[in-house]
């Protein structure tokens, strides 16, 4: 707002009311600045935890399935040679036939398996990461209890809805499309009450009272002549008497009446 806007808006508010919109007006952008802060924080808090925590964790698992995938083959090998020498008894017989020493094991996990796991966890991790995000534009705080929104998409897909996602499982828990709902129709009310200011304005601009406020209009007499107008061309001149001003008017009504009265 320029200074005569807020001069202005000073006089018709009034002083007291002008100041405490200035201290509210500082106040709602300290709470913004405060908030924005806040979140990013929490953005960075979840980025280190993930780097510092998720990332080393699901190494580690990753590592010791495999260390243990590559023991019990050398295990298995061990008793297979042991067995040979009959060390060992035989195992009983086995519904499936057996595999020759050093096959792989079908029920075993395999890398194919061990990258999925990996890569399943990545993703889940980045879509919660979004998700917090998301939640924290819609609620204004940042998205608690993940674990409760993972195990309900585990439970929907281990009732055969197979295409349940995290983010279903977000929406169903807040009421997400409520929130939306919500939040679009006071946007249009602020669209509405902004036009319906912008408008009372443009009014006191044009029709106010207020000489703060009121703006200039274009003269209804900007192509003005002043030859056109009674008194000559200097019509400011003239006379402000209405007896004198009708003066030429009255002349030329008697001199038609005494010209039809002559003829």
Known sequence: MTDEELKAMETVAGAGKFKAFLVKAVAYNTQASADKTAAEQARIDLENRYQNEFVPEMRKVTTDALRATGEAARLKAE????????????????????????????????????????????????????????????????????????????????????????????????????????????????????????????????????????????????????????????PWKASHSGNERNRAWREKSVAKVREAMAS
């Open 79 to 234: 008793l297979e040679q042991a067995r040979q020498y009959g060390i060992v008894p035989e195992p009983p017989a086995a519904v499936d036939p057996p595999r020759a020493p050093g096959s792989p094991d079908p029920n075993a996990l395999t890398q194919d398996d061990l990258k999925r796991f990996s890569n399943n966890q990545s993703r889940t991790l980045i879509t919660l990461n979004d998700l917090n995000a998301e939640h924290f534009k819609l609620f204004g705080s940042p998205l608690g209890n993940t674990q409760e929104i993972v195990d309900e998409a585990e439970r929907q897909r281990t009732l055969g809805n197979k295409g349940y996602t995290l983010r279903q499982a977000w929406e169903a828990k807040n009421n997400v499309p409520a929130k939306r709902e919500e939040i679009s129709k006071a946007e249009r009310q602020k669209e509405i009450d902004a036009a319906v200011a912008a408008d009372r304005k443009v009014q006191a601009e044009k029709n106010g009272s207020n000489p703060n406020i009121r703006t200039g209009q274009p003269s209804r007499f900007s192509s003005y002549k002043p030859s056109e107008a009674a008194g000559g061309k200097e």
